[in-house]
């Protein structure tokens, strides 16, 4: 939206001093003054209601569909603290992504609700984008966080096609010979999507994605070749010139593009000047002096101006050294030759070089210099001194030194957040004195133990005080949420075995312990996530087992969902047969179904039913039917009952497995922890119908190849991996085998003979009998690997310092004098302190190493 009341200060201004008078302008000033009271209550009023301005009905919803037009929409469902500074933030990015032809808007369900985006619990977690009458993109509000996250993601989705993504060199090079000749390539650098160094990336694109190729990276390979080190805090933009003809430039190779380095901050502005400055004439001719030259016209305006002086006896060297030169000041200068021979040329023959400055009068300064490196001192010193002043305008510069010390990126978060208190109203604060009697009042208190110096007990705090307030407003009864602060009750946090407390001591956090009155506590081991623990929590507020007497009631637990919340969410089931409760194996099921709970429904039917369910499935009770939320439920999965409960755990755990499992960062570890190789399959993100078969009918093929291996294949582990689903799953592939294959790609990986990462040959059919034959060329050691899987360290980030040890080193001693005391304290900052320098011969012998997937 454009504020017409913004360009009337301006022309009231320039009104005033046209008149030339002082005291007309004392008259106006009362003027002026009631003017800008009123712009302001004006900006103030449309501020406000900026966000009925995105309010949308669904009937508005289905017209802009139906026009094709762009909407950037979320479907507002329930309002929790982190979906209301979503909304705050979406409100802002209207003005910014409407420039762009995206409507931003937002529509409540309760209100208006849009039966195919408001009837999911997890859509509420995801904001949408509309093009071309259709859904186009989904968003997690992970991604879309603020003003400059929306607008970066939201263009990079539109600019798909436009701005290229690449991972290796190899890749780099292949663009650069494509575009050899047609176009010239930007390549940005930024260390995250969605910052605002992304957002000012894409805005350029948009202008500029039909002149030139927009490349964006975030690390890798491709850094190293541009010399930068990856550990590099700061964005970059490198302007490739490919587009020009190779024999303009000297010592230029035929392979890669000549390239320039934005010298300055990435900014919208920055990188809109840079743009402009490369499409200058690379020398200017000119055949007056200096001083008679006028300071650089817009868009050059803060752009320096060098200037070398020609001979006529030397005129066609005085060029070629010109041009040299200003292929080394591109971006930073403009370069003017200037010919002596011309009679309006007075400058004294002693100077041989000029050059002015921008924003500092429109003096010319003469100078005599012996190279041309003293040109490019005089020009980057001027840079340097500009970086420095853009960067200390940053006010948090100085703090936001320290991140690149911590360990990751979530004490990183929590660091910047360290200042923003957690508001506790809606947990509980237990303590050793009130503990006992807080969890005697409630049928479930769910706990989470936690140290305020550990930077994912913090960053997991505030997911799980999200959970406390969704509970409440979904009326929730019975459900107690509650916190202990391990650093201050450390009494509580290590009790004995034996004592009141219905728990282990807590070694790990956080940790999180569902507890009810009487029993023992469960332990939570899954994601430490808002939604994950709160699908834990609603599925443990059932019975495990859940005793069934009725047909209805059978009914009920295999087709119901356990609350509304979990409307989207399909669990597995697990139902037991048994005639009669002294029946053989009814206490290993029971002692099961306590260990699942959380994790699977599990209901017990004895009795009069059991007969009936018996003859329908053809079993013979005992047994245990299994439904996993993979199959129909007519065809459930038959096991008998076993010796122990662990014994039946894990054969329940292996059945629900599908045939194919699609491996995601929530069930890695279970499936890691069955100590199987890994047959990856990785998949690409499909775009209609026909790739989505596609993709099914790889997956189909890999189940054919379980059916055909038989027994062989117990020892490998099938799965598939979605690269549109997860993400991280490219990295993955990409640090597998060095560079990033042709999809579908087909690994095996985790073997137990080694770190040896095999690939399918690529470019071959998966079928299920040439997969086998390729695995058992494997195990016979006919197949070279394609790669290692890595074999990172994770030492601590500091070493280990003993202050116990120190104190009754000193305690033994006698005092030193203030000398030693002095040595003893600089050996201390060097050993201890500064051990980012020692050796790796110097790290713990008894580090693990283990690699990731």
């Not at 430490?528 to 059978?554: N, Q, W, Y």
């Not at 790739?691 to 582990?717: I, P, S, W």
Request: charged share 20%.
């Amino acid at each position: 939206m454009r504020h017409h009341s913004q360009d009337i200060v301006p022309n009231i201004l320039w009104f005033i001093f046209s008149l030339g008078g002082q005291h007309i302008l004392l008259r106006m000033w009362a003027c002026i003054a009631v003017v800008l009271l009123w712009i302001g209550s004006a900006g103030c009023t449309e501020k406000a209601n900026m966000s009925n301005h995105i309010e949308y009905t669904a009937a508005d919803f289905y017209e802009r569909l139906l026009s094709g037009k762009m909407m950037f929409l979320y479907f507002k469902q329930q309002v929790s603290p982190t979906i209301s500074l979503f909304l705050v933030e979406l409100e802002k990015s209207a003005e910014a992504l409407q420039d762009y032809g995206v409507l931003v808007g937002k529509i409540s369900c309760k209100k208006e609700p849009v039966q195919t985006y408001c009837s999911e619990a997890k859509q509420q977690h995801s904001a949408f984008l509309f093009r071309g009458g259709k859904e186009f993109l989904s968003f997690s509000l992970d991604t879309v966080f603020d003003v400059n996250s929306i607008v970066a993601e939201v263009l990079f989705a539109i600019l798909r096609d436009e701005v290229k993504y690449v991972h290796t060199d190899a890749d780099l090079l292949a663009m650069e010979k494509a575009a050899k000749g047609k176009k010239d390539i930007v390549l940005g650098y930024v260390q995250s999507l969605g910052t605002q160094e992304h957002r000012s990336l894409m805005e350029t694109a948009y202008v500029y994605g039909s002149k030139y190729q927009f490349i964006l990276i975030t690390g890798g390979p491709v850094l190293k070749q541009l010399g930068v080190n990856e550990s590099s805090q700061q964005s970059q933009v490198w302007f490739l010139h490919c587009r020009v003809r190779s024999t303009l430039m000297t010592a230029v190779t035929s392979e890669r593009c000549p390239v320039t380095r934005m010298r300055k901050a990435l900014s919208t502005l920055n990188l809109h000047t840079f743009l402009q400055l490369l499409e200058a004439p690379l020398v200017s001719e000119v055949y007056v002096d200096p001083s008679s030259v006028p300071p650089p016209q817009f868009p050059y305006q803060l752009t320096p101006q060098v200037f070398l002086f020609s001979h006529p006896a030397t005129e066609h060297l005085d060029l070629d050294t010109a041009s040299t030169l200003a292929w080394r000041l591109r971006g930073l200068a403009l370069l003017l030759l200037v010919h002596r021979q011309s009679p309006a040329v007075k400058t004294p023959d002693k100077y041989n070089a000029a050059y002015r400055l921008p924003e500092k009068s429109s003096e010319v300064k003469y100078v005599t210099l012996r190279s041309l490196d003293d040109v490019l001192e005089l020009v980057t010193k001027q840079g340097k001194e500009e970086q420095e002043e853009e960067e200390d305008d940053h006010v948090d510069e100085e703090e936001g030194s320290h991140l690149g010390e911590l360990d990751d990126e979530v004490a990183a978060a929590v660091y910047e957040n360290r200042d923003h208190f957690q508001d506790m109203d809606s947990v509980t604060q237990l303590k050793s004195d009130n503990f006992h009697t807080e969890v005697a009042q409630s049928s479930l208190t769910v706990v989470l133990f936690y140290l305020k110096w550990d930077a994912v007990s913090m960053a997991f705090l505030t997911s799980f005080m999200e959970v406390a307030e969704r509970l409440e407003d979904s009326q929730v009864d019975n459900i107690q949420m509650g916190v202990v602060d391990c650093g201050e009750w450390t009494d509580l946090c290590a009790a004995q075995p034996g004592t009141a407390v219905p728990f282990q001591p807590i070694t790990a956090f956080p940790s999180v312990l569902l507890i009810r009155p009487q029993q023992s506590a469960q332990h939570y081991g899954g994601l430490l996530t808002g939604e994950a623990l709160h699908r834990f929590i609603m599925i443990s507020c059932m019975d495990s087992p859940v005793l069934l007497s009725t047909k209805e009631e059978v009914s009920s637990f295999l087709q119901e969902v356990p609350h509304p919340d979990l409307a989207s969410y399909r669990p597995d089931r697990v139902l037991g047969l048994f005639k009669t409760e002294s029946q053989t194996g009814l206490s290993v099921f029971t002692e099961a179904a306590k260990s699942l709970r959380g994790e699977i429904l599990t209901g017990l039917l004895i009795d009069k039913l059991v007969e009936k369910w018996a003859a329908e499935y053809a079993v013979d009770p005992p047994a245990v039917l299994l439904f996993p939320s993979w199959r129909k439920l007519t065809h459930p999965l038959v096991m008998p009952v076993d010796s122990s409960s662990q014994e039946l755990l894990a054969h329940i755990c292996a059945a629900l497995l599908p045939p194919v499992p699609e491996l995601t960062v929530e069930n890695l570890p279970p499936l890691l922890s069955m100590g199987k190789a890994l047959l990856l399959l990785f998949v690409g993100e499909e775009e209609d119908e026909i790739g989505r078969r596609q993709n099914q009918a790889l997956v189909d093929e890999l189940g054919g190849v379980v059916e055909q291996g038989g027994m062989k294949m117990e020892r490998y582990l099938p799965c598939c991996i979605h690269l549109g689903r997860t993400p991280a799953a490219m990295s993955v592939l990409g640090s597998y085998l060095g560079s990033m294959p042709p999809l579908p790609a087909l690994v095996v990986t985790h073997l137990p003979t080694g770190d040896e990462v095999y690939q399918y040959p690529p470019n071959t059919p998966i079928l299920a009998s040439s997969v086998l034959q390729w695995l058992q060329s494997v195990e016979d050691g006919k197949e070279s690997p394609a790669g290692m899987l890595g074999g990172d360290s994770w030492p601590a980030a500091f070493e280990f310092y003993d202050f116990l040890k120190i104190m009754d080193m000193q305690d033994a001693d006698p005092s030193p004098t203030e000398e030693e005391e002095e040595e003893a304290e600089e050996v201390n900052v060097e050993e201890h302190l500064l051990t980012k320098q020692l050796p790796e011969d110097r790290l713990d012998i008894n580090t693990k190493f283990h690699s990731e997937l």
